[in-house]
């Protein structure tokens, strides 16, 4: 069993930053990648950045150029920094990892993020 605790979300005015941080139970080199991923209300879950093991980051379109996915592999825990935000960047926001050896996927219970404009 995988337990991810996201933490940093809270509310922030247009054009502020926010740093979200995700600690993981166990060593992330178990897992192959992890990720943040934003729900908005209504909408379905969609992906914002992800990092694999070998260090490879992938990022949704809409927040290139503003946010940056890292990992301290010491401290187990991926951060998603979050700059130039946008009211429309408004969601609640998830941890998600994926076990190297199972393909399991696992999820933390979101933090909220609220862009006042």
């Known amino acids: 069993q995988v337990q991810l605790v996201e933490a940093g979300g809270g509310l922030v005015q247009a054009g502020g930053s926010l740093r979200l941080s995700c600690a993981a139970s166990?060593?992330?080199?178990?897992?192959?990648?992890m990720g943040w991923y934003l729900q908005a209300p209504g909408k379905q879950r969609e992906m914002v950045a992800t990092?694999?093991?070998?260090?490879?980051?992938n990022y949704a379109d809409s927040v290139k150029g503003r946010f940056t996915i890292s990992r301290d592999n010491a401290q187990n825990t991926v951060y998603l920094q979050m700059n130039s935000l946008k009211p429309e960047d408004s969601a609640f926001y998830y941890c998600?990892?994926?076990?190297?050896?199972?393909?399991?996927?696992?999820w933390g219970q979101g933090t909220q993020v609220t862009v006042s404009s």
């Open positions: 998600r990892a994926r076990v190297r050896s199972t393909w399991n996927v696992y």
């Open positions: 990092i694999t093991s070998g260090g490879i980051t």
């Open positions: 166990r060593s992330i080199f178990t897992f192959n990648d």
